[in-house]
């Protein structure tokens, strides 16, 4: 059997997060290492889709459910009105670190663009 990753130690509550908001199909909690002052990562709890190369026609339900719950965390956490930003890295190229699919919802300041 593979090893569990982090994300499933924590939708699992084997560890400790800080939980903004869960469902029976995803769960959100604040980054431990935050790269603005809002950072959340949404994740799915299901371990078969371990980025979004995974991702297929059959996810589009559960893909469109986390983007309405992305939108809804950004009014809770209040960076809605100012503009946030919604990363999914995907693959070594892309510095993904964490094999369980995430997105990253990050507000709270100006960014940048092109992303370095
Ligand atoms: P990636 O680099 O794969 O796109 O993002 C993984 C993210 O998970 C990173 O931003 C990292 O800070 C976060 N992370 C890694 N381990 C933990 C953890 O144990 N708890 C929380 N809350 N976030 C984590």
């Given at each position: 059997m593979e090893e569990k990753t982090i994300f499933k130690r924590i939708i699992d509550k084997e560890i400790p997060s800080n939980i903004v908001y869960e469902d029976e199909l995803c769960l959100a909690f604040h980054d431990v290492s935050p790269q603005a002052p809002v950072h959340v990562l949404v994740i799915p709890k299901?371990?078969?889709?371990?980025?979004?190369?995974?991702?297929?026609?059959?996810d589009v339900q559960l893909i469109g459910h986390i983007f309405a719950v992305i939108r809804e965390v950004a009014r809770q956490l209040g960076i809605a009105d100012g503009g946030y930003r919604v990363v999914s890295n995907c693959g070594e190229h892309a510095c993904q670190t964490v094999p369980h699919l995430h997105f990253h919802l990050i507000g709270g300041r100006d960014f940048t663009w092109p992303p370095g």
């Open positions: 299901t371990t078969k889709l371990r980025s979004l190369d995974d991702v297929t026609e059959d």
